[in-house]
Every structure is written in structure tokens, then in C-alpha cells.
């Protein structure tokens, strides 16, 4: 049941908070064992928090569109009261004394918080890998243990094997895009600034923004328009999705225009993943859009270099000392990622950030008159984790959103032929959120049976 139908449920009194937890608290008792996407379930909160929900509904008080519903959260983000292990056993972390502000607000709203899910050492990973802590299972294939993605690995599976309705992650450089692709549902990375990173572990300031999960675009909307912060980072209030807005509203794909990548970037893709990527954009095309080919200003190999080197100088500034102390509990691969760090000098950090300001530049340039770039969300398929390389990207299409300071977001758009589930990612310009969702909707309805193919996996 999607999140909009299931608050119009409750608005009803057709169903009560209290009967969704206690589903979900069932769902995860049976099949979390399995899928490993929890790290710490708050069945006694949960059931607390689903009764308060449904007494202040009983006299007449809502606190949003989705009060009593569902939520998981990324164990990167506080929660007052519970540990945040960030994915790692290199130091002792105590109960979190306050909730960090997108926490605060999914509670402020009504949502009842239902555990914390599994990510990559502190965030710092694409395959959903973790060999200290634990590695989720994608929902898609229960014989072969593949990978989820990261570093939202554990919030997309929880979405994707239908344990929760919605749940809260980050997005680096793919980590709420890449899980999505590979556990067949949306995840969405809006625009840096629009929501409040306070009280979320850093990984890398100048790139981190608070990501998130859920079915549908609509559904997915709707998630938005509760975490968005329009006083943050000068956002505008024209961003939010719901409510009035300026500017025309995307309907159809007819208004769209839609830009495409040229086949000489598309040449280390699957196969299968290729195939579903070019019916997608014979869907589109078909449904009126105006399809242009779009070529990048920069080969997204460049994008990628400065991408690591940017992020490794950021995360040791926060990690250094911790991953300096060889005593400390940490994965091999990790520790030498953050110490990388090092060698990044003032100077080089500088160079960094100017090229990135100047490559941003270009890139807005470069969409001028292109409502949204469409790419493959992964160019593979999710492969068993005992095949990962920890050295390699999950996708050369996901960094660059984040280095470029652009918006996106990731829907599925089918299954291979091994029944894996493929991304189509959706980009806009920063603060063209709204747009975003709206295009997304259209091109949701456009992929039709792909789409629904996708989201029709055993565990709903």
C-alpha cells in the first residue's frame, strides 16, 4: 500500500497506527533475520509512540499528511537515547542526547520511528559491503547472498522487502541512488541545503545531504515535502512539492524536455541494464517528451578523480586520528581510504574546490533548456557480495549529482532477465526539486509495466 493510500486510511479510521507498526514489527521479526537491514529495533517505542499517534488522531489532532506511519533511519543519524554506530566498532559511542534535526522532523510530523538500519562504514562505501558490522541482503535474491548498495544499504532493503514504508539515509555520492537501483524501489537525493544535516554523521560536509527511500514518487513527495527546509541555504519556497508553487506544473511528459547520454558513455553498461535504459527512453519519446542528446562537458571519469579526492580530504579532517590509531577496530580498505586523506595538502583542497565550482558552472550551462537528464542509475546489476571489489564504484552516473550540486533521483524501471531490478536516475538543477518529482511522476506512469514489474517483488 502506498504511503499517500495508507494516510488516507488512517484519516478515515479504516486503520489505526498501532495495526501498521505492529505489521511492520511483525514483518521484521520474520524476515530481518534474513535480510540483516536492522541494526537496532525499538519495538517498545515503536508501540509507545503508535498509540500516542492514534489518541491524539482520536481528538482530532494531525500533526501532517503522514502522522502514524512507519519509519526506519540510517544508523548515521541521532536518535536521543540509542547509540549511533555510524557502521563502525573503532570507538565507544554512548545514547545520543538529542535527535538530529530530520529525525525531529519525521517525529514532529506524527511518523513513529521504528529502528535503525544497517550502512557502510561510516558511510564510506557504494556495495552496502560492512565485514565488521554486517553486509544486508538484497531482498531480490534470497539463494545468493548480493549485494544492496550503499552506504544506505540497510534503509533501501528495508523499503524494498516491504518492513517499512519508508526510511531515512545519505546521499555522498549515490548512497540513497545506488541502493534504490539495486533493491528495486526510489531513492531520492535532493538538492544540497534544502534539508537540515544537523545531527548526521559527516562523511563529506561540502557533498553530504540527508537522502531517503520509499515506493513511489508520490510517496516519495510526500517525504519530501516533510523533511524540506526552505530557511536552510537559501532554499526557496517554490521548492516544496505540494501547495502552491510559481512556475508551470509538469503533467506530462509532452511540456518535458529530456536529456539523454549518447551511446560512447554508455559503453562498460550491461547489457540488460542497457536494454531497459534504451525501452525506457523509447517509453518516454513515445509519451511526447522531446528527447535530446546530451553530452556531458567532462568525461565522468574526471567528475569521479576530484569526487575521491575532495571526499578524502573531508572525511579525515573528521576520521584522521581515529584511523591513525591502529589499535582501533576498523576495516583494512577503510582505514587506508580515510588516511588517504593526508596527502590532500591546504593548497590541493583549495584547487579542488575552485575546479568544482567551475565545472558546476559549465554543467548548468550545459542543461540550459533540458528539464531533466535521465541516465542508467547503476551500469550493472546488484552482484554477489563475495565478487565485490572494494577498490571499484558501484556506478560511473552517481557522483557526479553530488559533485556538480545537482538534484536526483533513482525509480525503477524493470527487471533483467535474471530478475534483478534496474534504476533509471532523473537529474535537475539544484533547487529544481519540485521539478524533479514532477518529471518523475510522468515518467513513472510513462514506464507503465516496467515500473510495475519492478516494485512487484515476493515480499510485497
Known sequence: MSLSNTAKKLARGEVSSEEITDDCLTKIAGLDGKL????????????????????????????????????AVKDLFHIRGHETRAGTRSHSIPPDLASAAAVRKLTDAGMIVIGKTHTDEFAYGAWGVNRLCSSPWNPYDLETHRVAGGS????????????????????????????????????????????????????????????FFANSIGDAALLFDVLVDTDTAGAKPETRVSGEHRGRKIQKLESVCIGFLPTQFLR???????????????????????????????PFSAYLTDTVNLVSAEIYATFGQLAEKLDCEMQPFIRERILDGKAVSASQYSVLLKRRNDAIAEL???????????????????IPVAEVDLTAPATP??????????????????????GLPAGLQVVVKRFDDRRMFEVGACIEKALGKLQASALGNKWR
Open 364 to 382: 548548468r550551462h550545459a542543461m540550459d533548456g533540458i528539464d531533466a537528464l535521465v541516465t542508467p542509475t547503476s551500469a550493472d546489476v546488484a
Open 152 to 211: 544506505s544499504s540497510g534503509s533501501a532493503v528495508a523499503v524494498s522487502a516491504g518492513l517499512v514504508p519508508f526510511a531515512l539515509g545519505s546521499d555522498t555520492g549515490g548512497s540513497a541512488r545506488v541502493p534504490a537501483s539495486f533493491c528495486g524501489c526510489v531513492g531520492v537525493k535532493p538538492s544540497f541545503g534544502l534539508i537540515d544535516r544537523k545531527g548526521m554523521v559527516p562523511l563529506s560536509p561540502s557533498l553530504d545531504v540527508v537522502g
Open 397 to 418: 552516473y552517481a557522483r557526479f549529482v553530488n559533485y556538480l550540486d545537482l538534484a536526483g533521483l533513482s525509480l525503477p524501471c524493470g527487471l533483467t532477465r535474471t
Open 268 to 298: 562498460n553498461v550491461n547489457s540488460d541494464i542497457l536494454r531497459l535504459y534504451e525501452k525506457s527512453l523509447d517509453a518516454l519519446k513515445a509519451s511526447g517528451a522531446t528527447m535530446v542528446e546530451f553530452r556531458p562537458p567532462r
Open 36 to 71: 540483516g537491514a536492522f541494526v537496532s529495533v525499538f519495538e517498545k517505542e515503536a508501540r509507545n509512540a503508535a498509540r500516542a499517534a492514534d489518541a491524539l488522531r482520536s481528538m482530532g489532532t494531525e500533526l501532517g499528511p503522514l502522522h502514524g506511519i512507519p519509519v
